[in-house]
C-alpha cells in the first residue's frame, strides 16, 4: 500500500489559525507580537525567504518588520542594528536571513541577538537550552519536523531514528529533539560509509542533507516514516526534495512531500516561537 502523505501545507494552516488567535489574544491586551527580518545583499533565494516570512505574520496577524541592506553593510552596522532592536518593544523576534556577504562574521551576528527574541533558535544559548531541556526557543525546521510527526500519531517512544545530515540548524537539533522524544537516534553524515545500512533498520528517517534521490526505495524499512527536509532541483528545475519520493512512498508508512511538507511548517514553527517570545515579553 502506498504511503500516507503528510500534509505540511494543511498542518502549517492549522498552526497558523491559532498563531492567530493567540496574536490577536495578545494584541486586545495591549501587546502586538512583531517580528524583525533583517537582509543583507541581494541574495535571490533570501529574498524570496524573507518575504514569504513578512507575508505569513500579516497573515497572521503579526507585526512584522524587513530591513534590507546593501551587501556592503558593515558588521559593525548590522551589530548596531541589532542591539536597536533587542532595545525596540515593539519587536519580539529577530531574524537574520542567511547567508551574510563573506565580511561578516554570522555567529557575532547570530549571537549578538537577544536570547529573548532568538526566534531561529540559533544562538549557542539557544542550542544550549535545547540540549538541556530548558524552555527556550527550538530551530524552526526541525521543530516542524517533529510537528509533522506528532501529527500522524506516530509515537517515537523506543523507535529506531535515523537523521542524515549533522548541521547545526536542521540535523543536530533534529537528532536531539527525537531523543527527548524517546526515540534511539543514529546521525549520518558524509563521511557515513553506508548510510542503507542504517535507514533500512529505521522506523523514522529524516532526510537533511541537500542530495537529490539520496534515499532510494531499497533504503527504506517498509512501513517506516520519512521526513523530507531537503530542497533541491530536479534536471527539469522543479522542487524536489532528498527523497526519491516516487520510489519511497511505495514502501514506507508515512512520508512528507517536497514541496509542501517541511518547507511551510519552518515558516508556522517562525511565527509559533515569535507568538512565544511575545507572551514571554508580557508576562
Ligand atoms: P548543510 O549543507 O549545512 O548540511 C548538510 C548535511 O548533510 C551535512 O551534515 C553533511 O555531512 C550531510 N551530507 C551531505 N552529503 C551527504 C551524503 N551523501 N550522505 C550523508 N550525509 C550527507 O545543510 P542544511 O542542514 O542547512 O540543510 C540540509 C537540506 O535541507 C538542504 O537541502 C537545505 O536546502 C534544506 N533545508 C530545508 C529547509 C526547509 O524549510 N524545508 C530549511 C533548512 C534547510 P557533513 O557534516 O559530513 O558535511
Given at each position: 500500500m502506498p504511503a500516507q502523505i503528510i500534509d505540511g501545507n494543511a498542518l502549517s494552516r492549522q498552526i497558523r489559525a491559532e498563531v492567530a488567535q493567540r496574536a490577536a489574544a495578545l494584541t486586545a491586551r495591549g501587546t502586538r507580537p512583531g517580528l524583525a527580518v533583517v537582509l543583507v545583499g541581494e541574495d535571490p533565494a533570501s529574498q524570496v525567504y524573507v518575504r514569504n516570512k513578512v507575508k505569513a505574520c500579516e497573515e497572521s496577524g503579526l507585526h512584522s518588520v524587513l530591513e534590507r541592506y546593501p551587501a556592503t553593510l558593515s558588521e559593525a552596522e548590522l551589530l548596531e542594528r541589532i542591539d536597536a532592536l533587542n532595545l525596540?518593544?515593539?519587536?519580539h523576534g529577530i531574524l537574520v536571513q542567511m547567508p551574510?556577504?563573506?565580511?561578516?562574521n554570522p555567529h557575532r551576528v547570530i549571537e549578538a541577538i537577544s536570547t529573548r527574541k532568538?526566534?531561529?533558535?540559533?544562538s549557542t544559548l539557544s542550542a544550549g537550552e535545547l540540549m538541556t531541556q530548558l524552555p527556550g526557543f527550538r530551530p524552526c525546521t526541525p521543530y516542524g519536523c517533529m510537528k509533522l510527526i506528532e501529527s500522524t500519531g506516530f509515537?517515537?517512544?523506543?523507535k529506531h531514528a535515523v537523521v542524515i545530515g549533522r548541521s547545526n540548524t536542521v540535523g543536530k537539533p533534529m537528532a536531539l529533539l527525537l531523543l527527548q522524544a524517546n526515540a534511539t537516534v543514529t546521525v549520518c553524515h558524509?563521511?557515513?560509509?553506508?548510510l542503507g545500512l542504517h535507514t533500512r533498520q529505521a522506523d523514522v528517517v529524516v532526510a537533511a542533507?541537500?542530495?537529490?534521490?539520496?534515499?532510494?526505495?531499497?533504503m527504506v524499512k517498509p512501513g517506516a516514516l520519512v521526513i523530507d527536509v531537503g530542497i533541491n532541483r530536479n534536471d527539469a528545475g522543479k522542487l524536489c526534495g532528498d527523497v526519491d519520493f516516487a520510489g519511497v512512498s511505495q514502501v514506507a508508512g508515512w512520508i512528507t512531500p517536497v514541496?509542501?511538507?517541511?518547507g511551510p511548517m519552518t515558516i508556522a514553527m517562525l511565527l509559533v516561537n515569535t507568538v512565544e517570545a511575545a507572551e514571554r515579553a508580557a508576562r
Open positions: 525596540d518593544p515593539a519587536i551574510l556577504p563573506r565580511h561578516i532568538d526566534v531561529d533558535g540559533y509515537d517515537l517512544r523506543g558524509s563521511a557515513t560509509p553506508d542533507a541537500g542530495r537529490r534521490d539520496m534515499l532510494t526505495a531499497d514541496p509542501g511538507g517541511v
